[in-house]
């Protein structure tokens, strides 16, 4: 793998992009995580797969 160097207002400008997307997920209350649990997995759901049963 090639390493490329970066001027040093490419690099600010990355580096800027970063901190935004950062704090539009702090202020979001961060990524979603819908159906896919450890919870729901320990009480037999799978994803794409339908048991009401337990629901």
Known sequence: M????LAPEERRRHRDRGRHMAALLKRAGGIPAHSNH???WDVGCR???????HR
Not at 2 to 5: A, D, M, Q, R
Not at 47 to 53: D, E, K, L, M, V
């Open 2 to 5: 090639t390493t490329i160097e």
């Open 38 to 40: 450890r919870s729901e």
């Open 47 to 53: 994803p794409g797969r339908t048991t009401p049963g």
